[in-house]
């Protein structure tokens, strides 16, 4: 099978193990790989899969949130198509956010300038829905930043709280909040 079949495992167990905690032999098992194959697949072994899992976001990103915030209509509703697209993405708050979890731990060295990239592309995109609806260029930027925020925030609560209700509560009145005054 060619190694993008591995990508959506991968992605829960670093989601679920985080990089340190997501061992050879773990992965192994859930891919059901031995670790020649592994190494066969991803010949730089877990940071390889990592990187895997970060082009597949990055694409992701690129294909459903980049897309969304760049499709035809008004700016609300283009940023509900974009919060739409977050909520599948986790599952409506279920899963953790893997950027997040890639900023923790021995992994933050390795990974910081992929998600900081990915990071700054999300805020730029949501800045400049903003900015063409009419809104200051300094006052977009810091909504987009705010909007990172509510989301990556309402996670993290949802994971803490076993409550997916603060995560399903900020993408469906996040988008009001960012066209507030337009």
Aim: hydrophobic content about 40%; charged content about 20%.
């Amino acid at each position: 099978m060619p190694k993008d079949t591995y990508i959506p495992c991968l992605l829960n167990l670093f989601r679920q193990h985080g990089y340190d905690g997501a061992t050879l032999s773990k992965i192994s098992q859930q891919t059901g790989l031995g670790k020649a194959s592994l190494y066969h697949h991803f010949p730089g072994g877990k940071d390889d899969m990592v990187n895997a899992v970060l082009n597949f976001l990055e694409s992701y990103l690129e294909q459903h949130i980049l897309q969304a915030l760049r499709s035809e209509g008004d700016a609300l509703a283009r940023l509900q198509k974009m919060c739409a697209q977050f909520s599948e993405l986790y599952e409506g708050g279920q899963q953790p956010c893997l950027f997040a979890i890639l900023l923790m731990g021995s992994a933050r060295d390795i990974f910081h300038t992929k998600v900081q990239t990915l990071l700054r592309t999300w805020i730029d995109e949501i800045a400049s829905v903003l900015i063409e609806a009419g809104l200051d260029k300094s006052l977009a930027r810091q909504r987009g930043e705010d909007a990172v925020i509510a989301i990556q925030g309402s996670l993290i609560l949802a994971q803490g709280l076993n409550d997916l209700a603060p995560f399903q509560r900020i993408v469906k009145q996040l988008p009001q909040e960012l066209c507030r005054d337009l």
